[in-house]
């Protein structure tokens, strides 16, 4: 399994970007794929997620609004698009998926899979 993120630039606040994230060897139908952050000196943060099985979505509060997750699965491949970015949304930014049900989107422990990360800057 290997997950590709890309889409990662330097943008200025209010612009926008959509990140993607390709799974490649991951087949599986069931659990969600999240997208996180992360900040220099901070904590890795849950920004969303999106079952694998339906269009069902999940938001962290300070993107609800400006973010939106999708995905292709016919290119087994999920989106984030973002939308009104603030320089607060500078950070790492890390797509991660599992196959299990019952976890927390935002529980970044609850992940089997991750990417290598894409950079996102907004000044």
């Known amino acids: 399994v290997q997950l590709v993120e890309s889409g990662g630039d330097s943008v200025q606040a209010g612009g926008s970007l959509r990140l993607s994230c390709a799974a490649s060897?991951?087949?599986?139908?069931?659990?969600?794929m999240g997208w996180f952050r992360q900040a220099p000196g901070k904590e890795r943060e849950g920004v969303g997620g999106?079952?694998?099985?339906?269009?069902?979505?999940f938001y962290a509060d300070s993107v609800k609004g400006r973010f939106t997750i999708s995905q292709d699965n016919t290119k087994n491949t999920v989106y984030l698009q973002m939308n009104s970015l603030k320089p607060e949304d500078t950070a790492m930014y890390y797509c991660?998926?599992?196959?299990?049900?019952?976890?927390?989107?935002?529980?970044?422990?609850?992940?089997?899979?991750w990417g290598q990360g894409t950079q996102v800057t907004v000044s």
């Open positions: 991660a998926a599992t196959p299990y049900v019952g976890r927390l989107w935002y529980n970044e422990y609850d992940y089997d899979y």
């Open positions: 060897g991951y087949t599986y139908s069931t659990g969600f």
């Open positions: 999106i079952y694998r099985s339906g269009s069902s979505t």
